[in-house]
């Protein structure tokens, strides 16, 4: 790095170049410039300048520090120097490679970058690299800090406060009590009412739903943490906890429902994921639209019954109105599937009223569900799991209700009515059963366990159901366990086999997936 005398060249330099610069609205414009030769003040209209990895950012808020500036950058990749001319309003940041320029110019192109709240112009430099004083402690510790980060290093003590000062535009969110699905387009509506939101990783962890979401501007992360932190996104479930991630950018590969690149529409969807197609996604984003968009400020809780519109995120969906409770399960074992094992696997998530294996295809069945809420439920739980060695299909049907045979018609037993079963979960209102409803997990929770049953007795009773019993933990008063298969489709199995299995006198097994792992 050179010396001091540097950065008043870099300065001047800088302001000698305000004049080359066109704003992006007008394809040329001409810039005052009276920087370089004290008053003399000329104006000059020339030629955008060609890509260089330095970029030119304009119309900064008087109070913008280095941190907000390299957070404009950070997305698209490693910010290896910058250059803050306080009394321009204006700013050079250098990123480690051309092409991460290339991407930051293209999309703020589209997206105008706010820094502040205020619309900031990103334009390339006519110089290939920035020259400031080494002397400049605290940016340099900024860089430093950030770039430790991003190749996951552990910075020092002095550089972790640069860090806390710089403050991450990455949130990671956990979502509690996540009674209706949460997805990836519900977060994005939420989180954009604070400002550009760039990329949204999703994924579960510990049987919870979590996510990592980035914005552009560290502060909107901070305004949103501030506003949304503990706040519920539907009616006292869907609880958010929110944290600043160690991370500064996210690398995200697809474009799908679990991951979202906003600044790279062109990304694959990846293997085995639906892509989101943009007519449906336009048809799904005026839908929840009209949903989230009411939501005064941040939001409020939503009713029950708006939740399962906003959780058709299923991008798939579109053009249905969503309101259906009739699943249609497809890929199924024909040889192994019953209409009540189904109605124990889908009565994890909701309270089955009627199932339906088809005749003339019986690896397909509906399943209806209490209410369009359970169907959605289920759905996002339930679909892509494994079942008897096949991946089945979870969608919502175009049917409304699930037809019962004629009188006297016979159909095999294929059509079962549950309406009246005393094993529905959800019946009474409030029940804890909301509260205790997991994605499945290769742990079960066991409850309603007699007094004399041992360990030995329920991995025998597993065992002999064909799962491998991994682990075993009893609750202190030994009526409730924990039990950890080889696999979660053992589990799956498991559950559909055992749940209200009698264990002698009037006592029910009763198993349920656990969030917990032994």
Known sequence: MDGISDVAVGVKRGSDELSMYNS???????????ASNGSDSKKLRVEEAPPSRVLHIRKLPNEASETEVIALG????????????????QAFLEMGTEEAAITMVNYYSTVTPNVRNVPVFVQYSNHKELKTDAGNQRTQAVLQAVSAVQSGGSPGTDVQEALAAASSPVLRIIIDNMFYPVTLDVLQQIFSKFGTVMKIITFTKNNQFQALLQFSDPVNAQQAKLALDGQNIYNSCCTLRIDFSKLVNLNVKYNNDKSRDYTRPELPAGDGQPSIDPNMAAAYSKDSNSLLGKI??????LSAAAAAAAAAGRVALAGQSG?????????????????QSLFTLFGVYGDVQRVKILYNKKDSALIQMSDSNQAQLAMSHLNGQKMYGKIVRVTLSKHQTVALPRDGLDDQGLTKDFTSS??????????????????????LHLSNVPQDVTEDDLRLLFSNAGATVKAFKFFQDHKMALLQMSTVEEAIQSLMDLHNYNMGGSQHLRVSFSKSTI
């Open 323 to 339: 309101s259906s409770g009739v699943l249609l399960v497809s890929n199924l074992n024909e040889e192994m599937v019953t209409p």
């Open 296 to 301: 005064p400020g941040a939001m409020n809780p």
């Open 24 to 34: 992006p609205n007008s394809g040329m414009s001409s810039i005052s410039d009276g």
């Open 422 to 443: 005393p094993l529905h979960r959800f019946k009474k209102p409030g029940s804890k059963n909301f509260q205790n409803i997991f994605p499945p997990s290769a742990t």
């Open 74 to 89: 950070l997305p698209f990749g490693k910010v290896t120097n910058i250059l803050t001319l306080k009394g321009k309003n």
